[in-house]
């Protein structure tokens, strides 16, 4: 789609952008809010399985698009992406127990790994490397401005309506995106000579469902298996036997859904590690800060959304800013470099805070955490472009989608391990026979209603934690403001733990990052002359 006309290309970005925004503002603007929404339906120890079954399906969808979409054309997989995302965010708003939304958002994070897979890679279709790095950091700029909007908003419909609205309210949205791409999206013919690799295809998502399974439900807790228990170990025994088929398959198929010729490539092979990386360490940001604020420091989700706004403001601006200086220069290894580091550094800022921290401090080391993450983000999926033929764009910007799936995914699988390990220590060891609170000094009944204070669920739930200091008897009140003081603290605990971890795995991205062999972005006059040389 190269050949056509700037006016028409920049009509269709627009309906692309459309798309974008209205799959990553119903994203954003649930963060703040999950607290509230689990606890009121319930199931805090499910609730990585809401993330879980998302990054899941996203993860399987975007791989799977990918090299039908090189056959095939982008315009019926956003069609079909903005169609099972709309349906998806519509039967969320309708559950009425933990279970349903889990399997509700399981829908639409397969329309979402569709509608991002097949977005980025319509960019590619357009554009050449070199002015595709702009219109990278305006999709990230979008990315940016639904992270602004949808805290505030989210945080809003929680205190002020009822929580379904946090899924209803942007459905008109996603018929006008799918109305904009039905119409401004062009058509392509199916590309002949290419087949589909159904086994290559089934082999590539048992060893993602199983490898993602055992990362999610590995650690302790309802319905959590020990690292070394025969259920974990078979899922990766499944994992590597999945894996050796697909290897085998794909050697010996015409037209593999993901080319193992791709790997080759040391470029597509160290930027999609770093991906990884960079998106399993940052979940321990966007998952576990509003859980921070909420849960240790009491803020509303309306609060929360403040708190975090400045944050994804930075970021906006940094992506910004990254896109272009990208597209002066052809340059980007540095800028990678540079964006890890700043967001190594917010991030172990994060390890020292405690329910003691001034709230202006706490959004200052977002606000680190927002420029690094702007910085650096943008870039990987660009240089993978950059660093394979046209004929190969949907694969390998569907190999970055995965390798970014499964560092979300697999990261919150670690980083959740060592938050619900760190409290079950940190709880035992206050709440030790030596070191316990004295039940004894109050009746059976009002002994037994303070043990409630114990399930961290009730810190992130403000309104229902006054109602329940409110009913207990003036004289159990300092007892009471004791153990939810204590449990403030075993969660700041945990949640800082985790911030150092996911510090660790963003340092390993740095190192990562400096083994990327650095090649200059191809621009169009860079294509234009290499065309004069070759006739």
Not at 159 to 166: E, G, K, M, T, V
Not at 195 to 213: K, R
Not at 238 to 261: Q, R, Y
């Amino acid at each position: 789609m190269m050949h056509l006309t700037e006016k028409k290309k920049i009509t269709i970005m627009i309906a692309i952008m459309v798309g974008i925004f209205f799959s990553s503002i119903n994203q954003t603007i649930i963060g703040v809010a999950m607290p509230r929404i689990i606890a009121k339906l319930g199931g805090m120890d499910y609730f990585t399985w809401m993330i879980t079954i998302y990054l899941l399906t996203m993860t399987v969808a975007s791989i799977l698009v990918g090299k039908l979409s090189d056959i095939y054309g982008r315009k019926p997989f956003l069609l079909a992406g903005i169609g099972l995302f709309t349906l998806g965010a519509f039967l969320s708003g309708l559950s009425t127990n933990i279970f349903q939304l889990i399997a509700f958002r399981g829908i639409t994070g397969f329309g979402a790994g569709i509608i991002m897979s097949t977005s980025f890679t319509a960019i590619g279709d357009l554009y050449l490397p070199r002015e595709r790095a702009r219109w990278t950091g305006l999709m990230s700029g979008v990315f940016g401005i639904s992270s602004v909007l949808g805290p505030l908003m989210g945080g809003y419909i929680i205190d002020h309506l009822n929580w379904q609205w946090i899924f209803w309210v942007f459905l008109p949205l996603g018929i006008v995106a799918f109305s904009m791409i039905a119409v401004l999206f062009p058509k392509v013919p199916r590309r002949e000579g290419e087949t589909i690799d159904y086994l290559g295809s089934t082999f590539l998502t048992i060893t993602i469902v199983s490898l993602l399974l055992a990362f999610s439900i590995a650690g302790e807790g309802v319905d959590k298996y020990a690292w070394t228990s025969w259920q974990i170990i078979g899922l990766f025994v499944v994992t590597v036997l999945g894996l050796i088929a697909f290897v085998i398959t794909e050697s010996n198929v015409k037209s593999p859904v993901l080319p193992l010729s791709l790997f080759k490539n040391d470029i597509v092979t160290f930027s999609n590690i770093g991906l990884f990386l960079l998106s399993a360490g940052m979940m321990g940001i966007m998952i576990y800060a509003p859980f921070f604020i909420q849960g240790v420091k009491g803020i509303s989700p309306s609060g929360s959304g403040y708190m975090m706004m400045p944050m994804s403001i930075v970021m906006v601006f940094a992506t910004a800013f990254a896109g272009q200086l990208m597209t002066k220069t052809g340059k980007y290894k540095g800028m990678a470099i540079t964006g890890l580091t700043i967001t190594t550094i917010g991030i172990l800022m994060l390890y020292f805070i405690s329910i003691n921290t001034p709230i202006y401090l706490m959004i200052l080391f977002l606000c680190v955490i927002g420029v690094g993450l702007g910085v650096s983000m943008p870039v990987f999926s660009l240089i993978v472009q950059n660093a394979v033929p046209l004929k190969e764009l949907g694969v390998a910007s569907a190999s970055s989608q995965l390798f970014r799936n499964l560092g979300n995914t697999i990261g919150i699988g670690i980083l959740g391990s060592i938050m619900s390990s760190t409290m079950a220590t940190r709880m035992k060891e206050s709440f030790s026979v030596d070191n316990s609170l004295n039940f004894g000094e109050h009746s059976i009944e009002q002994a037994a209603e303070m043990g409630e204070l114990m399930n961290p669920e009730l810190l992130l739930d403000e309104p229902k934690l006054e109602q329940f200091q409110q009913q207990m008897p003036a004289e159990s009140l300092p007892f009471v403001n004791e153990m939810i003081e204590t449990m403030r603290n075993v969660f700041s605990d945990a949640l800082t733990t985790t911030f150092l971890a996911g510090a660790i795995i963003m340092l390993m991205a740095v190192i990562v990052t400096m083994f990327i062999r650095a090649i200059p972005l191809v621009s169009a006059k860079d294509n234009k002359q290499h065309m004069r040389d070759a006739t």
